[in-house]
Each structure stands twice: as structure tokens, then as C-alpha cells.
């Protein structure tokens, strides 16, 4: 293994707990903190125990807490049965919670509306009962294709409720990334809407996932459920095709929760990993919402009387974790939004903060700098601008917040009031690892600061040495904790070998490289492998160039990331044609067509800022493509590596030139 990773900036300034929250914090100061740790430390199957019965409603109790005989596909709880939707909804009901709104769902045009916990179960119960009926039961997969909604929300709970395993698929991927998850999965039931609006535009799904169906393979998908959104046109297949409206339709408002084992797999989620094809994160129920549900606690300081916004889309691991399970276990109240922060202007946020009264809000840094820019340019949509007042906890999730971004927010949305909750975490990790503590942990701008209780965080060399402070390495997580992925979907061998190397002793490798400074503080400095975050959203090098390379004209691809002012990284792509070498006009319209290309064949998100066309790529004798050189070419830099190891060292001064 090796590791490229650039020392970062080490911030000096220090920014204390705010004392009011501290005093009233579900984890108050660093001596609660402290307890809680050394609870974890001292028998940490007695602190998930405790954690388990205290914080989750069981059907059968457990009695066992770790199951680590087959590690490292740990079990927790392993004895243990409940349901996460009753761990979600019913266990509201017949307490205050049962007619606090659950959901305040704001369009992109801005239209309001609200649910009660007690109309959410409904809702859930009317939809598990027509899945129910069309003869779906637990362990069957259901691929989810939805726009932020509140129907989005239902129908993951109603999988849930069944025991029916769930793989969301982002509305922003293309057919192609639908129709692999189907088929990796092995998906029976489809759940989606005619369209999603955003930004003012009207994007179809309906007609994706058809595609994507025809694409062959999917003959196992027996049922796909439509939720009319825009009121599209759509195709139909008579024999397949339900309305959601129509399936619904005269169904029971009770629906009972079937109990599942603790580590039924509630969820798969594809992610992007070094190699070529994005893997399935299997995460289980109990630990998984455990997880959820304490990170909710400490993380976010929980409290009934909250108003909870994650930005994020329900097709991310954020918009599991905190949008559709963690914030309705805990039982506050959350906003959902379709649109995007620059519709119909850049103060849309600072807009919804003010309208419904948002206490804790949580967004990715991309959206922060994106909106710096807007804000500082037009005061009419300056936070300041704003009654933000209602604020308390400010979050960030994702990718490294640069602290120039980090003191803006903290400043301006924050009004140097609310700590700004830098949370690392990963899909496989199921829920927050390291972030501070908003009434425990003076914050330092770009640091994720401390690992939770329970844990146990280190950044270790190749060997799995620790590492001195003050020296990068990569992060390794040394003992099992809840919310772990299970396993691959179908790829156990996948699991072990990229999250368990036998050099890492049996460690969670999580990919990241790391530094801890002084304190103790880890700062997170990218990862270590072929993976990209483009604006949070990560992306594997080696999937952008198997779409390059798929297209026709193309003979080779190298894709490597750019850093990047507002989107952290952007990715830039090296291609070799079949033909000539293409010039001028010509090159950009070529480049225009294998971006749309890359588009089509995973999503727009994926497409490359920048395609460079070359001769040739810079290889080593032995013919490895040299992506560093290629990272020093795509940042405009000169290059004062050797390169006399380069079978072709011309062609880096062709790849430079062909900006
Ligand atoms: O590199 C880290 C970065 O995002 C990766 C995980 O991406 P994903 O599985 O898509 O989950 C994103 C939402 C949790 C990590 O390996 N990352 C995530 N949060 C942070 C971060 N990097 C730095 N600071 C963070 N707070």
C-alpha cells in the first residue's frame, strides 16, 4: 500500500462550547464525554448492551452482544429480534411524539406540507399492506428510484416494516447505474416516481428505470410502483406497472411490523470503491439504527422540541442515516426538501432556516462554498440578511471542510453562536465515527476532532504501527462497533480483502488517510485509494474510465482528480482515441460528446470537467499508467518528479499542452 498524502494546513484557532448548550447537552462537557468512553473502553459489550436495551424496542431481547466468531462479519446482538419501523414510528405513538409533525416536506416550489408521526405510520402501514399484498415479504429486495419526498421516506419505511431489504438508488444516476444495482441486487420490486423537479426542471425516473428493466437481466422484477410527482408521461407495461395511488387504495391503516433478526440486513447501499464496479454495502437493522439513533443523541444533541434538516439526498448514506431513520427514532421533527440550494436563488436555505424554524442544520461543505461565493457577491441573499436565530447546531458531512469554509459558516450561519459539527463517516460505517460533540469539544476549523465513545480511531502505518502525532497515516478503526458494514452484497471475499488486509491485524481500513495533531485531533486528509469526492459525492476512478472506455471512439482513459475551489475535487480525464489526434473544434466537440457519454452512462455527476486528449498515456515500462504524474499535469503544475522510469516522458508535455 501507499499513501500520497500532502501535509494539509494545521489550524491554530481554538473555538469553545458554547455554555448554554453545554449545560443542557445530552453529552455535557468533555467530563461526560470522558465517562462515556472510558465506559466504552473499559467492557465495551456491556456499553452496547446497555446502549442496545435502552435505546431500541425489542421483540425478543437479546442476550448475546457480539457474535465475533466468524470476524470479521461481526454480528451484534445477534439473539435479538424487533422491527426497525416500529423502532421508528410505533414506538411513538401514545406518547406526546405521536402528534408532533414528523415531516415538513418543502418543494422546489416552494409548497409546504406536514405529517404528524401518527399519518407517517399510516401512510407506512397503507403502503407495507399493498407491497404485502402484491406478495412481497422479508428478505426480497426492492430498489428504490425516488425524488426527495415524502413518499421516498414511506416507502423505505414500508420496506422496512416488511423486512423487505431496500437499495436506494440516487435520482440522479443514469438507467445504466439502475439497471446494475437491479441486477446485482437481484430486485423484485421497483419503487419510483413519473419524475423529480428540481431546480425548476422536471427530470424523468419513470422512464429511466424502463430503460434500465429492457437492458435484460431484471426479468425478476415483478412489480414496479409509480408515485405520481409531475404528472409526466410515462410508458407502461400493463402487466408490471402500479400506480402508487391505485396500490394504496382501500388498504388497512394498520400494518404489523414483522420481526426481524437484529442482523437482517435492513438495507443495501452501493458505494464506489477502487475498483470498477460500485459494491453493496450490507448494513443490518438493530446495530445499524443504534447507531443512527445515538449518533442523533450525541452528535446533534437530540431533543423532542428540535427542528432537524439534513440536505442530504435519501440515495446517500446521510440521507439514511438522518433523514429516514435516525431523526424519526429519535422523534424530532425534520424538514425534507426536493429542490437545490440556488432555486429560485442562493438564499433558499437561509430562507427554509428562517420559515420552519430549523434548530439543527446539516449540510455537505461543497454546498457551503458554492453558497459563500453567492452570498458575498449579493446581500439579498447573505445569511445575515436572515432571521437564523432559531439555530443552535450546525453540521457538516462528506468531504474535508476547508477552514476558511469552516470560519464562514461558523460566522455568518452560525452567528458565532452554534458549533459547527464537522462529522466524518463513510456508507460502510453506517453512522458518525469521529465529530465533535456540541456540548463536549472545543472545535479546531478542519478537523473532525474526536472519535465517538466506543470508538476506537487510530492511524496506523502499513505495518498497522500507530503512528506519532503530528505524522499521516491511514485510519483504521480497531474494534467492531454497531452500524459496521456486514458485508458486500454477494462479495463476502470483497469485504475481507479491501476492509480487512491482513496487514491492518483485523482492522477496519477505512480508506482515509489521517493525521492526528497534539490533542489527539484526527484530521482527515483524503483517501488513500482510487476514489474521488466530487462535491461530496464520491466517485471511483476506475468506474468514470470503464464508461470512457466504453464509448466507441476511445481507446484509453486515465481519470485522477483535481482539487477544486467549490467542489473539492473535479475530475479530469486523459483519453486516447482510435483516430487521430483531434485539434481545436474539433477536440472540444469530442470532448463534449464523451462528457455527455459519462452522463448517460452513470449520471451527470460523474461527468469530467476537463478531457484531455493524448497520443498516448505516461506509462512504466512494465505499462502502469502513472496517475501521480497525471494529478501534477491535471493541476497545471510543473513536473519535478523523475521521470526517467517512463517508457514515453514526451507525452507529458503533449497531455500539458492539450488544456
Ligand atoms: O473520504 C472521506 C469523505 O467521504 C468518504 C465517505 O464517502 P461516502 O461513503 O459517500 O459517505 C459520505 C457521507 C458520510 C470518506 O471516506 N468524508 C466524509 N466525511 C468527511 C470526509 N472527509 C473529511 N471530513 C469529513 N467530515
Given at each position: ?24 447537552a ?44 466468524n ?45 404528524t ?51 436506494v ?44 428493466l429492457?437492458?435484460?437481466g431484471?426479468?425478476?422484477v ?105 431523526p ?39 454546498a ?50 452554534c ?51 503530528g ?36 482492522w ?54 483535481r ?75 510543473p ?7 517512463l ?13
Open positions: 500500500m501507499t499513501t500520497e498524502i500532502e501535509s494539509i494546513l494545521v489550524e491554530n484557532r481554538v473555538f469553545s462550547p458554547p455554555a448554554d448548550l453545554m449545560s443542557q445530552n453529552v455535557s462537557g468533555m467530563r461526560g464525554y470522558k465517562a462515556l468512553c472510558d465506559e466504552a473502553d473499559r467492557d465495551p459489550e456491556a456499553f452496547w448492551a446497555r446502549l442496545g436495551r435502552e435505546n431500541l424496542v425489542w421483540d425478543t431481547p437479546f442476550n448475546q452482544v457480539i457474535d465475533a466468531s470476524a470479521p462479519f461481526y454480528r451484534f446482538f445477534p439473539d435479538g429480534e424487533l422491527n426497525i419501523s416500529a423502532n421508528c414510528l410505533d414506538r411513538h405513538m401514545g406518547t406526546p411524539v405521536e402528534n408532533h409533525t414528523a415531516l415538513i416536506f418543502e418543494a422546489d416550489d416552494g409548497q409546504v406540507s406536514r405529517v408521526y401518527k399519518e407517517l405510520l399510516v401512510r407506512v402501514s397503507r403502503l407495507a399492506n399493498a407491497i404485502k399484498a402484491l406478495g412481497y415479504a422479508k428478505g426480497d429486495r426492492a430498489v428504490i428510484y425516488m425524488p426527495m419526498s415524502i413518499e421516498a421516506v414511506v416507502a423505505m419505511q414500508a420496506c422496512a416494516r416488511l423486512g423487505v431489504i431496500h437499495s438508488v440516487f435520482g440522479g444516476f443514469s438507467s445504466k447505474s439502475i439497471h446494475e444495482r437491479v441486477v446485482d441486487v437481484g430486485a423484485t420490486l421497483v419503487i419510483t416516481a413519473d419524475a423529480q423537479i428540481r431546480g425548476g426542471r422536471t427530470i424523468a425516473l419513470k422512464n429511466a428505470v424502463d430503460e434500465a429492457a437492458m435484460g431484471c426479468e425478476a415483478r412489480k414496479v410502483i409509480t408515485y405520481r410527482r409531475a404528472g409526466s408521461d410515462i410508458g407502461w407495461h400493463a402487466d408490471r406497472d402500479l400506480w402508487w395511488h391505485d396500490v394504496i387504495q382501500g388498504q388497512s391503516d394498520q400494518c404489523p411490523p414483522v420481526t426481524v433478526e437484529a442482523d437482517h440486513p435492513l438495507f443495501i447501499l452501493y458505494t464506489s470503491g477502487s475498483t470498477g464496479k460500485p459494491k453493496g454495502v450490507q448494513h443490518s437493522s438493530a446495530g445499524y439504527l443504534l447507531w443512527s439513533l445515538m449518533t442523533m443523541k450525541w452528535t446533534f444533541d437530540a431533543k423532542p422540541d428540535d427542528v432537524f434538516w439534513c440536505t442530504a439526498d435519501v440515495g446517500w448514506v446521510t440521507g439514511h442515516s438522518y433523514v429516514t431513520y435516525g424519526l427514532a429519535a422523534g424530532v421533527t425534520q424538514v425534507v426538501f426536493e429542490g437545490v440550494p440556488t432555486y429560485p436563488d442562493a438564499a433558499r436555505f437561509w430562507k427554509m432556516i428562517q420559515a420552519h424554524k430549523v434548530s439543527v442544520f446539516y449540510t455537505a461543505p461543497t457551503i462554498r458554492s453558497l459563500i461565493k453567492l452570498s458575498e457577491a449579493d446581500p439579498a441573499v447573505h445569511p445575515r440578511s436572515f432571521d437564523l436565530s432559531s439555530l443552535r447546531i450546525i453540521g457538516s458531512v462528506g468531504e474535508p471542510i476547508n477552514p476558511e469554509a469552516w470560519v464562514w459558516y461558523y460566522n455568518n450561519v452560525g452567528a458565532g453562536r458549533p459547527v459539527i464537522d462529522t466524518w463517516w463513510q456508507t460502510e460505517t453506517g453512522a458518525h465515527m469521529i465529530t465533535p460533540l456540541p456540548g463536549v469539544t472545543p472545535l479546531k476549523p478542519g478537523s473532525c476532532t474526536l472519535p465517538l465513545p466506543g470508538i476506537d480511531a487510530a492511524v496506523v502505518d502499513e505495518t498497522g504501527q500507530e503512528v506519532e502525532r505524522k499521516g497515516g491511514f485510519l483504521v478503526i480497531r474494534k467492531p462497533w454497531p452500524a459496521m458494514i456486514r458485508t458486500v452484497w454477494g462479495d463476502p471475499e470483497r469485504f475481507k480483502k479491501t476492509y480487512f488486509p491482513p496487514e491492518m491485524k483485523g477496519y481500513l477505512a480508506g482515509d488517510g489521517a493525521q492526528r495533531d497534539k490533542d489527539g485531533y484526527f484530521w482527515i486528509m483524503g483517501r488513500i485509494d482510487d476514489v474521488l469526492n466530487v462535491s461530496g459525492h464520491r466517485l471511483g476512478t476506475m468506474e468514470v474510465e470503464s464508461a470512457l472506455v466504453a464509448h466507441e471512439m476511445v481507446a484509453e482513459a486515465a481519470v485522477v482528480g482539487p477544486d475551489e467549490t467542489t473539492g475535487e473535479a475530475i479530469v480525464a486523459f483519453v486516447v482515441l482510435n483516430g487521430p489526434l483531434p485539434q481545436g473544434d474539433q477536440a472540444a466537440d469530442m470532448a463534449q460528446q464523451l462528457r455527455d457519454w459519462v452522463a448517460r452512462e452513470i449520471g451527470p455527476i460523474a461527468k469530467p470537467r476537463e478531457i484531455r486528449f493524448g497520443e498516448n498515456l505516461p506509462k512504466t515500462r512494465s505499462g502502469k499508467i502513472m496517475r501521480r504524474l497525471l494529478r501534477v499535469v491535471a493541476k497545471g503544475e513536473i519535478t518528479q523523475d521521470v526517467s522510469t517508457e514515453n516522458p514526451g507525452i507529458l508535455e503533449q497531455l500539458a499542452q492539450a488544456c
